[in-house]
């Protein structure tokens, strides 16, 4: 059975920083994709980063280079995404999202509609 499950979101003042987790399980661990996306209030959702076991290719959003990064345990079956220097505008619901084709990577932004599974989200809220 396919689970994903995020943790580790709250609330953070801006400068701050929090790290997400991913809990992915049924999955070969090794062959796949996983990509953090957000979707602030009113806005869409949004690739922010991506980790692809098939060539160990790692993609950032501009709107987040340089201050978070995404690692990946595979022992754990887990994806972190480690956010630092938060800032308002990083207020959004976060989503771990794994795309199950072995062949993917992340050369460019992940592709909303290429996901196979999504998590329920965690809510991160960064205050002025």
């Known amino acids: 059975e396919v689970q994903i499950a995020e943790s580790g979101g709250g609330l953070v003042q801006a400068g701050g920083s929090l790290r997400l987790s991913c809990a992915a399980s049924?999955?070969?661990?090794?062959?796949?994709?996983i990509s953090w996306f957000r979707q602030a209030p009113g806005k869409e959702r949004e690739g922010v980063s991506c980790?692809?076991?098939?060539?160990?290719?790692?993609y950032y959003a501009d709107s987040v280079k340089g201050r978070f990064t995404i690692s990946s345990d595979n022992a754990k079956n887990t994806v972190y995404l480690q956010m630092n220097n938060l800032k308002p505008e990083d207020t959004a619901v976060y989503y771990c999202?794994?795309?199950?084709?072995?062949?993917?990577?992340?050369?460019?932004?992940?592709?909303?509609?290429?996901?196979?599974?999504w998590g329920k989200g965690t809510l991160v809220t960064v205050s002025s």
């Open positions: 999202a794994v795309d199950a084709d072995w062949r993917s990577n992340c050369h460019y932004a992940p592709d909303y509609y290429g996901m196979d599974y």
């Open positions: 049924g999955f070969t661990f090794d062959a796949i994709a």
């Open positions: 980790i692809a076991s098939s060539d160990d290719s790692t």
